[in-house]
């Protein structure tokens, strides 16, 4: 009986993803070299997605002596951290979306006792010229409250408090190159640390997390290109 409730649980998780389509998605699978500084730094192509190749994921900040590195991610090994933060210093990912409609953006994200809470998101078609498509947003500190329900682990499932969507993006449709990025508005100790995970630029509603984990990405080989 058990079997048969995890088999119909799967069914019914399949039919809510096919109506998205992961175009790409940043898991942080691999960890930032070392003793990485610098005001820029790129950490590369998404992992997964149908139009995975080519694109990137970067960060960049005013100060010279910004640290880089992969702290635990929210339910996997690592993520992309930074301190030194000023206000204008974001992330950024690019990706194409051409073949593609209706596009969402989610990601996770959390910060220090010290770090930055409050970010836009701003996106663009050429890299130059930027229209905010998210006025503001709050990133709420991991381990709050004491009780270790809210940090991000490698072992411990997404926790969902932690992810931001946005859903059916104005202008993002059948773009040749988008650029998106997550822009600081706080102004912190320069010890403070922001982390970001997660990153999932999709056609479509996006998966609820334990949809992705039992089908896994190269499972939704159905989903659809519109």
């Known amino acids: 009986m058990k079997t048969s409730l995890f088999a119909a649980a799967v069914v019914v998780s399949c039919t809510a993803s096919a109506s998205a389509s992961i175009v790409a998605s940043w898991s942080m699978a691999t960890a930032v070299p070392a003793s990485t500084t610098g005001s820029n730094y790129t950490y590369g192509a998404a992992d997964a997605g149908d139009a995975a190749a080519g694109t990137s994921l970067s960060g960049f900040h005013a100060l010279a002596a910004t640290t880089w590195s992969s702290p635990a991610g929210n339910g996997s090994q690592y993520s992309l951290s930074s301190n030194n933060w000023s206000v204008g210093d974001y992330y950024q990912i690019a990706v194409s979306t051409t073949g ?4 969402y953006l989610a990601w996770d994200q959390t910060r220090s006792s010290t770090g930055p809470s409050s970010f836009r998101v701003d996106m663009s078609t050429d890299g130059t010229n930027f229209s905010t498509i998210l006025a503001s947003y709050t990133v709420i500190q991991a381990g709050l409250a004491g009780t270790g329900t809210l940090s991000w682990s490698t072992t411990a499932g997404v926790q969902s408090a932690f992810t931001t969507t946005i859903a059916s993006i104005a202008g993002a449709d059948n773009q040749s190159t988008l650029f998106f990025r997550f822009v600081n508005l706080s102004t912190v100790a320069t010890g403070g640390t922001n982390r970001i995970d997660n990153i999932i630029v999709s056609s479509g509603p996006i998966p609820a997390p334990g949809a992705l984990a039992l089908l896994g990405l ?8 519109r």
């Open 100 to 103: 593609f409609s209706d596009i």
């Open 218 to 225: 190269a499972g939704l080989a159905a989903r659809r290109r």
